[in-house]
């Protein structure tokens, strides 16, 4: 096999009670990358369609996380990279990292697959380090292995991929504006009291508790940040007015995507998701806000060969 076409999910990241461990795969929407074994050695970044990302080698997320999987495995092969970027930058749902796990992803099974798929991440880390310095793994990891996961160790990233109740689906909406993670991380407290630390893990455990027990009641009260949304809320359009409708409505949450501008919201079938959709889509369209609105499962796939 000479070469290989990769679909990359995009990704909602912070689910309310787990900033920066708790994430998602959303289903059908992410990048495309087409990999091609090369007789020049190193990896090249031939060619980009779709939202403008950087073509040079250092600073393409692609490149860097596919570099890093090269350098790691001690061999002289080379590869091309054609991204077909669907996913804008700094839109909250996982862009920088959708190409990063695409490329080692395709790289590691065009050379028959010498790492195990877990071990992939770090490399991919190494690709979402180049858009922000401080990037944590929930994107990453909810691109490679797909469904709902918890990063349950941030030294070597420990991936555990969460139980979700069939008919839990999320509307996402895209403001189509740039947020970058860094600037929207500046903006948060360097510390938090005991007070809201002790309030945070309490709804994280009833949440992963919930998940196992499909109780929705314990769910919804347990998806609530008490750690962000707060400061970051003022930069991401239309937030108030969706997450008063969301209550409105009875969701179980609705809340950031990662650091915006992206809106996720939570509910228990799919008609609702749809219904739902529709109200919201008329909050932007009322704002004259461009934007993408999406709906998915909890159970999407993660990168896979097309
Ligand atoms: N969890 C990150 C943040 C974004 O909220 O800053 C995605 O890694």
């Given at each position: 096999m000479n070469q290989i076409k990769i679909f990359s999910p995009a990704s909602v990241s912070n689910l309310c009670c787990g900033f920066d461990i708790l994430g998602f795969s959303i289903d059908g929407i992410g990048d495309e990358l087409t990999i091609t074994k090369s007789t020049n050695k190193g990896i090249n970044i031939k060619e980009i369609k779709g939202y403008n990302v950087p073509l040079e080698n250092n600073k393409n997320t692609a490149s860097v996380a596919a570099q890093a999987l090269l350098n790691h495995l001690e061999i002289n092969e080379g590869f091309d990279i054609e991204i077909n970027k669907k996913i804008k930058p700094g839109s909250g749902i996982g862009s920088s990292a959708a190409s990063a796990v695409g490329a080692v992803y395709g790289i590691n099974k065009l050379l028959g697959n010498p790492l195990k798929h877990e071990e992939l991440i770090k490399f991919a880390m190494k690709g979402e380090f180049i858009s922000s310095k401080t990037a944590p793994a929930d994107n990453v990891a909810s691109a490679l292995h797909g469904g709902t996961i918890l990063v349950n160790n941030r030294e070597n990233y420990n991936v555990i991929k969460l139980p979700v109740p069939k008919n839990l689906y999320a509307i996402i909406h895209h403001p189509l504006i740039e947020i970058k993670t860094s600037d929207s991380r500046g903006i948060l407290p360097k510390s938090v009291d005991l007070k809201i630390a002790s309030d945070q893990l309490s709804a994280l455990g009833g949440f992963i508790h919930s998940l196992h027990t499909k109780d929705f009641e314990l769910m919804k009260i347990s998806l609530k940040d008490y750690l962000v949304e707060q400061y970051r809320s003022d930069y991401v359009p239309a937030f108030n007015e969706i997450k008063s409708?969301?209550?409105?409505?009875?969701?179980?949450?609705?809340?950031?995507?990662?650091?915006?501008?992206?809106?996720?919201?939570l509910v228990k079938s799919l008609s609702e998701a749809k219904r739902l959709k529709l109200l919201f889509d008329d909050i932007y369209n009322g704002k004259k806000l461009e934007f993408n609105s999406y709906i998915t499962g909890l159970n999407s796939k993660g990168a896979h060969e097309i």
């Open positions: 409708v969301a209550d409105l409505n009875n969701t179980i949450c609705c809340s950031i995507s990662g650091s915006g501008p992206s809106i996720f919201t």
